[in-house]
């Protein structure tokens, strides 16, 4: 049973690691990039051109479909426009130099967003994920654009984040989430995936400005740690993706149905 179980668990880490193939590119670029910086151009702009090879070689390998590029590229537009926001708002700054910089903000930066949706569409691929209990779109989507929204409005109104993560836990209380490992399938609450995800994106962070991909205010005289409180932004966050990716997938298991349907009619017509 022990060796069972150590089996599967190799299983699942290797599954999770082939889904975090895009972020892992990036953050060993980072890494590449701090101990040896390549000439010619700033990091920053090294950053956008290894991205962008990145993202192809991948649709080309067949590690992602066209469908889940489509997906990858909105987040990718989402991200950066909150960044351009949240740099100008204050709340970070990329401090090296850079070509691509748009209000301060590289355009590599994109990309580190688009690569959680990037894990999202291939873990739920690689996993065979299931949800069983998904609420209305209505509600769904009306949540991940208030959550959205919040990170800009916050700084003119009152916080709403605790609200909205209460409002969270009532809307997907009853939610499962179920995934495959080898012939075994499991189950968690979605809001414990959302919560495993975030606590991961925060390490990542945490990783991130050490390396130098970007700087909070209490980090100008040097590194620190990232606040706790980053963690609840990206417990948030995920929630975004994950409702993107989710109505992709809604979307994509309606058009065999759809398409049935309509060739059900042509025949009876």
């Not at 499991?186 to 995800?197: K, N, Q, S």
């Amino acid at each position: 049973m022990s060796w069972r179980w150590g089996k599967q668990l190799l299983l699942f880490g290797y599954e999770e690691a082939m889904s975090c193939v895009f972020p892992a590119c990036i953050f060993l670029s980072l890494a590449l990039l701090k101990i040896v910086p390549l000439p010619g151009m700033p990091a920053y702009d090294w950053m956008l051109v290894i991205c962008i090879a990145v993202q192809i070689i991948m649709v080309r390998a067949g590690l992602e479909t066209i469908d889940e590029l489509k997906v990858i590229c909105v987040f990718h537009l989402i991200g950066l426009a909150l960044e351009l926001y949240k740099v100008h708002m204050g709340s970070w700054d990329y401090p090296q130099p850079g070509w691509t910089k748009i209000g301060g903000v590289p355009l590599y930066s994109g990309f580190m967003y688009a690569s959680v949706a990037s894990y999202l569409c291939q873990a739920w691929r690689r996993l065979h994920i299931r949800l069983e209990r998904w609420p209305s779109s209505v509600w769904t989507v009306s949540l991940g654009a208030a959550i959205y929204l919040n990170f800009m409005t916050h700084h003119f109104i009152p916080d709403l984040r605790w609200l909205l993560a209460a409002l969270l836990f009532v809307l997907f209380f009853r939610t499962t989430l179920y995934f495959k490992v080898g012939d075994s399938v499991y189950r968690m609450p979605l809001t414990l995936g959302f919560a495993l995800v975030g606590f991961f994106i925060w390490i990542a962070e945490n990783i991130g400005t050490w390396l130098g991909a970007w700087r909070y205010p209490h980090q100008q005289a040097g590194w620190s740690m990232v606040s706790w409180s980053k963690f609840s932004s990206w417990f948030l966050l995920v929630i975004v993706s994950f409702i993107i990716v989710a109505q992709l997938k809604h979307v994509k298991e309606l058009r065999p149905k759809k398409n049935a349907a309509d060739t059900s009619m042509k025949r009876k017509g």
